[in-house]
């Protein structure tokens, strides 16, 4: 039986999960005409800064960390903010798991005690996972899926339910 243990620190992904990532724009966010932060994004910002110190953990390939910080202020939000990691300063892709590793070894933290909060489950939840970090996929976007299951044991009954064949 594994244990959580409760985070020393919360990563956040930057586009769509704090600030909504508008397609077409091809400049750094923070010289965009317009940026905009995700709906809640504030009061779960605040909420969490009182208890957490909170980063940005962003695959942002041109972005410094001061550009990023610049585009988290424009919307209010880089008081809650303790820092920015990005491939300008780690010199890591984002969907590496050491990318994770090298956050925690800079924070002087086991990966254990670092958290993960992202929309994308391949390019940030898989691999915060495989790099012993807690991790909390946000599906924002409510993608449709055909069924969930709760434990393997319930899959003949769902199997039943959408196969009407089978109840024959």
């Known amino acids: 039986m594994s244990t959580k243990i409760m985070p020393s620190a919360i990563l956040f992904d930057w586009g769509d999960t704090l600030m909504i990532d508008t397609p077409g724009n091809i400049e750094k966010m923070c010289n965009w005409p317009v940026v905009t932060a995700t709906e809640g994004a504030q009061e779960v910002l605040e909420f969490l800064s009182a208890h957490y110190p909170i980063y940005i953990a962003t695959n942002a390939q041109e972005s410094t ?6 585009a988290f202020a424009r919307v209010g939000l880089a008081k809650y903010l303790s820092g920015y990691f990005c491939y300008a300063n780690l010199s890591l892709a984002k969907d590496s798991p050491d ?3 090298k956050i925690a070894q800079q924070l002087q933290l086991a990966p254990s005690e670092l958290m993960m909060i992202s929309d994308t489950f391949d390019k940030d939840i ?9 991790a909390v ?3 924002s976007t409510q993608r449709p899926t055909d ?3 709760d434990s393997i044991g319930q899959l003949n ?10 109840n024959s």
């Open 157 to 166: 009954e769902l199997i039943l339910k959408l196969d009407p064949c089978q």
């Open 126 to 134: 898989y691999p915060a996972r495989k790099a012993g970090l807690q």
């Open 99 to 101: 990318f994770y590793r």
């Open 65 to 70: 960390a001061k550009d990023i910080e610049q």
């Open 137 to 139: 996929l946000l599906n």
């Open 147 to 149: 069924a969930t299951v």
